[in-house]
C-alpha cells in the first residue's frame, strides 16, 4: 500500500510557541479565518480557554489571562483581528532589543577591591575631619588590604595599599606619612582560616556520623 499524503515536520508550518503543539496552531488559523468579527471572537475565548487548560501552572501567576492572550496574539503572527480584554501586542515590542546593561567599572585595574571599596572612599571624601572620618579610612585600608591578601595569596606592603588608596581616592586620602601602621597579614587572615577549619570539621563530623549509621546493623 502506497501513502501519498505523509507530512513531515519540515514541511509543516512553523510552530511559534511549541508547548502548545500543532493542534492549536491550527486553531488559531481556524480563528483567522472565520469571515465576521463575532465568530473570530467566539473561537478565540474558547482557544484561550483551552490554553488555560493546558498551562494550570500558570494559574497563579499575576495577569494569568492577559499572558495567554498576549501569546494568542504571538501564535497568530499578530495578524488577528478579534476584541482583547488587554492592549494588543506589537512585533516590535516582541523583538525589540534590551537596553545593554552598565557594569560599574571604576577602576578597573583595581577590580579584586570590588565597587563597595570606592563606595565607601567617596563617602569618606564627604566627611569633616576628626576621629570618626580617620577611623572610617584606616578601617577602609585594612579591608584593602585584606582584599588584596585574598586575591593575592601573599604578604603585602601598607605602602602599596597607600597608594590604591590614594589613587582611588583622588588624592584626598594620604596615610603615606602617617604614623599607625594596618594590622598584620595573620589577623586578617586569621577569621577566614578560622571559619573555613570550622566549616571542614563540620563536614568530617557530619561524614562521620553519616557512616555511623550506614553500618549500623538492624536485628
Known amino acids: 500500500m502506497i501513502i501519498d499524503d505523509l507530512e513531515y515536520n519540515t514541511e509543516r508550518e512553523h510552530l511559534i510557541i511549541p508547548e502548545y503543539g500543532r493542534h492549536m496552531q491550527k486553531m488559531i488559523q481556524f480563528a483567522k ?9 467566539k473561537v478565540a475565548k474558547a482557544i484561550i480557554s483551552v ?4 498551562q494550570p501552572h500558570l494559574r497563579d501567576v499575576p495577569d494569568f489571562q492577559h499572558k495567554l492572550w498576549d501569546q494568542l496574539f504571538i501564535m497568530a503572527d499578530f495578524d488577528l483581528d478579534v476584541d482583547s480584554p488587554y492592549p494588543t501586542p506589537s512585533r516590535e515590542e516582541l523583538y525589540a532589543r534590551p537596553e545593554t546593561l552598565k557594569y560599574p567599572q571604576n577602576h578597573p585595574k583595581y577590580r579584586f577591591y570590588g565597587n563597595n ?4 572612599i567617596d563617602v569618606a571624601n564627604t566627611w569633616e ?16 588590604k585584606k582584599c588584596f591578601l585574598n586575591w593575592n595569596k601573599d604578604t ?17 586620602i594620604n596615610l603615606k606619612e602617617a604614623d599607625e601602621d594596618l594590622s598584620d597579614a595573620t589577623s586578617l587572615m586569621r577569621s577566614k582560616k578560622k571559619y573555613s577549619s570550622s566549616h571542614q570539621s563540620n563536614k568530617k563530623s557530619h561524614h562521620k556520623k553519616s557512616n555511623t549509621k550506614r553500618q549500623r546493623k538492624r536485628y
Open 156 to 172: 603585602v606592603e601598607d605602602d602599596v595599599i597607600f597608594g590604591h588608596l590614594r589613587e582611588l581616592s583622588g588624592g584626598k
Open 117 to 120: 571599596i570606592k563606595t565607601m
Open 51 to 54: 490554553m488555560g487548560n493546558l
Open 33 to 41: 479565518e472565520r469571515p465576521t468579527k463575532e465568530e473570530r471572537n
Open 129 to 144: 575631619e576628626g576621629d570618626m572620618k580617620e577611623a572610617l579610612i584606616y578601617t577602609i585600608a585594612n579591608h584593602m
